[in-house]
């Protein structure tokens, strides 16, 4: 089955500046990469989503690109708030039956 | 609309015990999921369906059940608690157009077994 690495497990960064979280997957069939958010004792909450026939997309402050030939993925974060403080998980579909996720990333932004 | 609800949203079992978790979703999706998160590990699928009665296994089915009877209701259950099922437990629900869509989740089930 798909495997589903995320780094780093936790992160700090300063109010304003950028932040990265990376992913990796094991399965080529993957064609599905969401990212969701999770707040301390909340849901997670999809906040981008990319296809593999897509390399980037933006919203707003945050970005996700995708490399399928070396099968990792990312999400950045600019001009980071307090609010964004926050737990990040990648995830992988093929088919919408089953996704894989990540460990997580704490992120804190220190203000 | 209330998205997805899932009840109850605390309990505490004793070993042996059993129960039934109840998801709702009310956005007429067709896949429905069951995970449990603990610490450290993300979140794992326990169990999945694609449609009003079909289920299917997901990582790690072993001690529960599931059953879809309504579209809307996907249940989870627990035929004997065991120390190793405390976790949170969400439900998400999401659709298929053209591709996989992202989950929608529930706001979780804190259980604890003693």
């Known amino acids: 089955g798909e495997n589903v690495e995320q780094h780093p497990s936790t992160l700090s960064v300063q109010e304003g500046d950028s932040a990265v979280i990376k992913c990796t997957y094991s399965d080529s069939a993957s064609n599905y990469f969401p990212w969701y958010k999770q707040e301390l004792g909340k849901r997670p909450q999809l906040i981008i989503d990319?296809?593999?026939?897509?390399g980037e997309k933006k919203d707003q402050r945050i970005a996700v690109t995708l490399n399928k030939t070396a099968k990792h993925f990312s999400l950045h974060i600019t001009e980071t708030q307090p609010e964004d403080s926050a737990v990040y998980f990648c995830?992988?579909?093929?088919?919408?039956?089953?996704?894989?996720f990540g460990t997580g990333t704490s992120l804190t932004v220190i203000p | 609309n209330a998205g997805v609800t899932q009840t109850p949203k605390f309990r505490v079992l004793k070993t042996g015990q059993s129960m039934t978790l109840l998801c709702a979703q009310d956005m007429n999706h067709e896949y429905m999921y069951w995970y449990r998160q603990d610490p450290g590990m993300g979140l794992r699928l326990i169990h999945y369906s694609v449609g009003e009665g079909t289920t299917a296994k997901g990582e790690v089915p072993d001690g529960y059940n599931v059953s879809r009877l309504k579209k809307q209701n996907f249940l989870l259950g627990l035929e004997s608690a065991a120390p190793s099922q405390t976790s949170v437990y969400f439900c998400?629900?999401?659709?298929?157009?053209?591709?996989?869509?992202?989950?929608?989740f529930g706001p979780g089930t804190r259980l604890t077994v003693l």
């Open positions: 995830a992988a579909s093929n088919t919408g039956n089953q996704f894989y």
């Open positions: 990319i296809r593999s026939n897509v």
């Open positions: 998400a629900s999401s659709y298929y157009t053209t591709g996989p869509r992202g989950q929608y």
